[in-house]
C-alpha cells in the first residue's frame, strides 16, 4: 500500500529528527512491504528566509495531496526578533487551523530503563502509562472578545457542544483500546463552560457501557499527576488545562526527547509530530534524541494508516534498544551507552530489520 507523507521538517533539531523518522519508516516499509512518498515542505523559520511566510501555500497543497503530515520543530533565535505575522510558531497555529485539527494525543510513558531520570521517585514512575487528549482548537486561546489595554484585560472561554463531543468521543474511543478507563479533567465548580462539559461526558459515557469514567477537578489532577501517575489510563480535557497538564505529565519521561504527539481532524487525518520544539542549543550536533519524533511516526502508523502491526514494531523497536542500555547525550550522566542520532536511528532500523 503506498502511502504519500508531507514532511515538514522544520529548524533546529526539526531536521535530524524527522530524517530519524522516515529512515525509520523505510525500514517498515521494507519488512512490511509498504511504499512511502515523502514530499518536503517548508515550515517556520527556514519558510520565512525563502518563501517570506511561516506557512507557505506550497505547504499547504502538498499537506492537502498527502495522507498524513509528519513535522519536525520549529523556531529559533535567528527570528525571535521578527514581527508576529513572520514568527516561526505562527506557520504552527495557521496548520492546526486550516486542518482543523481539533484533538490532540500525547502519550506519555515512562520507560523502565531510563526511571532513573525521572524526577519522580523510580516506584511513582514506574508503570505510567496514560494518553493526555487535549482539545486543540476551542476555548481560551480562540474565544472573543479577546484584549486588553493598560486598565482591563479580556479573555473569553466558549465551547459548543459539537467541539465538546469529538473531543470526549474520541478520549473513549481510545480507553476501549486500552485499559478502558477515562479520567475527564475541569473545573466544573468555578466555570460554566465545565459543567457542559461534565454533562456531555455523561452523555458519552451512556454509549460506552465498559468504560470506567471520573470527573477530576484539575487542581486535583495537577496533583495527582505527580502523586500517583500510574492511575491514569486515557485524560481528556479542553484546551488550556491540557496545554499545562500534558506539560506536567511530560517530565515524568525524564526527557522532552521521548515524547510523541498527534493532531487529529475528525475524519482521521493527521500531522504527527515529536513535542519537543527546535532546540537550538544542540541543533546540528548529531546529539538530539530521535525518539519522540520515531513514536511520532508510529502514532501515524496507527492512527491515520490503521497499520497496528507496523505500530507496535516501530515501539518495540524503541524499547528493545533502550532496554539493551543504549541512550543519547540527555542521558549522558545515568551510565548508559551514549548514542548520536543517527546511532540511535540505526540501533532502531536493526531491530526492525533483525526480524526480515
Ligand atoms: P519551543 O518554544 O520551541 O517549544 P522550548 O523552549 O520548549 O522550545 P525545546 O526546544 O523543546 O524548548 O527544548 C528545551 C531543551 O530541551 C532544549 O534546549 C534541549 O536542550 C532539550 N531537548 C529538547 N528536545 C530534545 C531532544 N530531542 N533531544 C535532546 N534534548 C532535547
Ligand atoms: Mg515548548
Excluded at 524503541?318 to 539493551?324: F, P, T
Aim: hydrophobic content about 40%.
Amino acid at each position: 500500500m503506498k502511502k504519500r507523507v508531507a514532511v515538514l521538517r522544520g529548524d533546529g533539531i526539526g531536521k535530524e529528527v524527522t530524517d530519524a523518522a522516515t529512515a525509520v519508516l523505510d525500514s517498515i516499509g521494507r519488512r512490511f512491504h509498504h511504499e512511502f512518498e515523502w514530499v518536503n515542505g517548508l515550515l517556520g523559520g527556514e519558510a520565512v528566509d525563502k518563501a517570506g511566510q511561516p506557512l507557505p501555500e506550497e505547504t499547504i497543497k502538498i499537506c492537502e495531496e498527502s495522507d498524513a503530515i509528519l513535522l519536525g520543530a520549529v523556531g529559533g533565535p535567528a527570528w525571535d526578533n521578527h514581527p508576529s505575522h513572520l514568527r516561526p510558531e505562527r506557520g504552527l497555529l495557521q496548520i492546526r487551523k486550516h486542518f482543523e485539527l481539533s484533538v490532540n494525543l500525547r502519550p506519555v510513558q515512562a520507560f523502565k530503563s531510563l526511571l532513573a531520570v525521572s524526577p519522580l521517585k523510580e516506584e511513582v514512575a514506574e508503570g505510567v502509562d496514560m494518553m493526555i487528549v487535549r482539545e486543540l482548537t476551542g476555548g481560551l486561546y480562540f474565544g472573543e472578545p479577546s484584549f486588553h489595554d493598560n486598565e482591563k484585560a479580556v479573555d473569553t472561554l466558549v465551547y459548543a457542544r459539537e467541539e465538546i463531543e469529538r473531543v470526549v468521543i474520541h478520549a473513549f474511543e481510545l480507553a476501549k483500546q486500552r485499559r478502558n478507563k477515562v479520567t475527564s479533567v475541569d473545573k466544573a465548580n468555578v466555570l460554566e463552560s465545565s459543567k457542559l462539559w461534565r454533562k456531555i461526558v455523561e452523555e458519552v459515557a451512556e454509549n460506552y457501557p465498559e468504560v470506567e469514567y471520573e470527573h477530576m477537578l484539575v487542581d486535583a489532577a495537577a496533583m495527582k499527576l505527580i502523586t500517583y501517575p500510574a492511575a491514569f489510563d486515557v485524560v481528556v480535557t479542553e484546551n488550556m488545562f491540557g496545554d499545562i497538564l500534558s506539560d506536567e505529565a511530560s517530565v515524568i519521561t525524564g526527557s522532552l526527547g521521548m515524547l510523541p504527539s498527534a493532531s487529529l481532524r475528525a475524519d482521521g487525518f493527521g500531522m504527527y509530530e515529536p513535542i519537543h520544539g527546535s532546540a537550538p542549543d544542540i541543533a546540528g550536533q548529531n546529539i538530539a534524541n530521535p525518539i519522540g519524533a520515531i513514536l511520532s511516526a508510529a502514532m501515524m502508523l496507527r492512527s491515520s494508516f490503521g497499520m497496528e502491526q507496523e505500530a507496535s514494531a516501530v515501539e518495540k523497536a524503541v524499547k528493545s534498544v533502550l532496554e539493551d542500555g543504549y541512550c543519547t547525550n540527555e542521558f549522558k550522566n545515568i551510565g548508559r551507552k551514549v548514542l548520536s542520532t543517527r546511532e540511535m536511528t540505526e540501533k532502531i532500523i536493526n531491530e526492525i530489520e533483525c526480524e526480515l
